[in-house]
């Protein structure tokens, strides 16, 4: 029986999600594109042979044609649509950040507590990005030894002109305090937030400079840089005992040309994690399929202890100084 999805909101990433589900996920199919704005749900919803389109994500929810939700509408529209998948009793593969407020992680949480098993699947695709598994394979075999720090960077070409450092830490890095905690298996301890000074005033908004200590005692650095100008540009080392790994983006070709050797970057993060949202999607239908949660996806928990992370974040921002990041108890449901 194949799947039938319908997408919620059907912006950038939703459209690219409609393309997945249409052509790259077996066993899925495009059911209904719901967006806010009906010419956007019709055009994406007949660029992707959907069945149908809506613009109320509540009532496409419920449809009796759909089996499951995949959330790619605004940050702040990703909690209350969870709890009505919850509520509706389908899964549902929600973009990133679960929610910006970890209080709002903590419902969804106790709603699928309640109903004593897991629904959604957050859209953290970094965990199924095959240079970040890789880097998690050489410590988890041994080669590296213990890890010891994590750098980390996070570049966009230009951020929109309302991004602030604070959006920087909400928004861009959740990405990182989620794949950093997979990658070295432990939470966070302390955060502090830095900003540089004497950027043009103009284009502060964005730069973010963080470090965070783990409970395991590993230091973890991430620049966020959303105006770095030359492209979407994500690095991350992970330094052991014995060695370290870096990732490499995929470059399918280099260019010689005037005395120079060199590859191109994408203008966004869809090139570069292309193959991360497929695995991510194909992992999310297979849990349709069976019931069986990935071993790698990200669940609420995790959407949660992102949320908590940023909120320290945003706090050590705003006040200065380094922030202790207190967790609520882990539900023996999240227990891996
Ligand atoms: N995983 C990733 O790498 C990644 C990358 C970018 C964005 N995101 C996340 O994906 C989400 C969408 O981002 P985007 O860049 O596609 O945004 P976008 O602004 O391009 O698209 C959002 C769409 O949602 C629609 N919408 C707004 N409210 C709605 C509602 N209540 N019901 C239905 N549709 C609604 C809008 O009309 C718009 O078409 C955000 O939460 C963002 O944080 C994730």
């Not at 109903?115 to 988890?140: H, I, N, T, W």
């Not at 349709?288 to 940023?310: H, K, M, P």
Request: with cysteine.
């Amino acid at each position: 029986m194949s799947v039938r999805i319908a997408i919620i909101g059907a912006g950038i990433m939703g459209a690219d999600h409609a393309r997945l589900v249409a052509e790259d996920v077996p066993g899925a199919v495009l059911q209904v594109v719901c967006d806010a704005s009906p010419e956007r749900a019709k055009q994406v919803a007949e660029a992707h042979g959907a069945a149908d389109a809506a613009t109320d994500p509540f009532a496409t929810l419920r449809r009796s044609d759909v089996d499951a939700i995949l959330i790619a509408s605004p940050d702040e529209t990703h909690a209350p649509l969870t709890q009505a998948a919850i509520a509706a009793g389908k899964p549902a593969l929600c973009e990133k950040p679960l929610s910006q407020n970890s209080a709002e992680c903590l419902g969804v949480i106790e709603a699928e507590v309640a109903r004593g098993r897991r629904f959604v699947q957050v859209g953290f695709m970094r965990r199924f990005d095959p240079s970040y598994r890789e880097m998690k394979m050489a410590l988890d075999d041994g080669f590296l030894g213990s890890a010891i720090m994590m750098h980390n960077f996070h570049r966009n070409v230009e951020a929109p002109p309302s991004f602030t450092g604070q959006m920087a830490i909400t928004n861009s890095a959740p990405h990182e305090f989620d794949v950093v905690r997979f990658v070295l298996g432990t939470d966070y301890h302390a955060i502090s937030v830095f900003q540089p000074a004497g950027v043009d005033a103009s284009r502060t908004g964005a730069p973010v400079f963080m470090v965070l200590e783990t409970q395991a005692g590993q230091l973890v650095n991430i620049e966020v840089n959303n105006n770095a100008a030359y492209g979407y540009d994500v690095r991350g080392e992970l330094v052991g005992e014995k060695g370290s790994v870096f990732l490499n983006a995929p470059a399918p070709s280099r260019h010689n040309a005037a005395l120079m050797a060199f590859e191109r970057y994408a203008p966004d993060w869809r090139p570069r994690f292309a193959e991360a949202y497929r695995l991510q999607n194909k992992a999310f239908v297979n849990f349709v399929r069976t019931g069986l949660f990935s071993a790698i996806a990200a669940d609420a928990w995790d959407g949660y202890c992102a949320a908590v992370a940023a909120e320290a974040g945003v706090e050590a921002l705003e006040a200065g100084g380094r922030i202790d990041i207190r967790m609520a108890e882990r539900p023996s449901l999240y227990r891996r």
